[in-house]
């Protein structure tokens, strides 16, 4: 599809263990972005890649979580240790760059992420 | 510190009505505001944007305004349409920055 495509869909797993989450961009986008929204909350932003590099991670949460994005494309989030706070919709968006009000940031349907 | 809000959690509108929805923000750097509409299971969809250097964007049956001094934006939906019903986030950012988004407002259209 031409959409931005996120895997898994879903995900239960076991407090303390790690999970990784995927993130393919629209093709041609450079720019990409990860955003969680927990329940009942707003969208918060975690972390905003140019390219293969990360100029802001100013919202991840903890040490326990880590991103990468390799090849100007395809992203990983890493959540180490899991805890049951981590348990959220991780939304992955990407734009064209510069992503700005013209050009907009467009999201894939998220991760549901649940620890047990 | 909550930089957009969106003080309104939900609103119902008459199908065929205008549908309002508000959003306030404090940040005076933003140079984007921007409305998503979201549906249940689905990521937010992008609707309208409008740089702050305008006071109005029109898109058919959508429009945003932009009220700097009062640091206030809206959409308005006219007419409402069943399809309509969906949680709506309006977000804020200033060049290639993350967007800032308030918490959503959930609108449904009445039949």
């Known amino acids: 599809g031409a959409g931005v495509s996120q895997s898994p869909s879903n995900k239960v797993t076991e407090k303390g263990k790690d999970v990784e989450l995927r993130c393919d961009p629209i093709s041609g986008h450079t720019a990409l972005y990860w955003y969680r929204q927990s329940l009942g909350q707003g969208l918060e932003f975690l972390i905003y890649f140019q390219g293969n590099s990360a100029p802001d991670k100013s919202g991840l949460p903890s040490d326990r979580f880590s991103a990468e994005r390799t090849g100007g494309s395809v992203s990983t989030l890493t959540i180490q240790r899991t805890q049951q706070e981590d348990s959220a919709v991780y939304l992955c968006?990407?734009?064209?760059?510069?992503?700005?009000?013209?050009?907009?940031?467009?999201f894939g349907d998220g991760t549901r992420l649940s620890i047990l | 510190d909550q930089q957009v809000k969106q003080n309104s959690p939900s609103l119902s509108v008459q199908e065929g009505r205008i549908s309002i929805l508000n959003c306030d923000y404090t940040?005076?750097?933003?140079?984007?505001f921007l409305w998503y509409k979201k549906y249940p299971a689905e990521g937010p969809t992008f609707l309208i944007s409008i740089s702050s250097i305008k006071d109005k964007n029109e898109d058919g049956r959508f429009t945003v305004f932009l009220n700097k001094s009062a640091k206030h934006l809206s959409l308005h939906i006219v007419p409402s349409q069943p399809g309509d019903s969906a949680v709506y986030f309006c977000a804020s950012n200033f060049g290639n920055e993350k967007l800032t988004f308030g918490t959503g407002t959930r609108l449904t259209i009445i039949p």
């Open positions: 968006a990407s734009s064209s760059s510069p992503g700005a009000g013209n050009q907009p940031q467009h």
């Open positions: 940040n005076s750097m933003f140079d984007y």
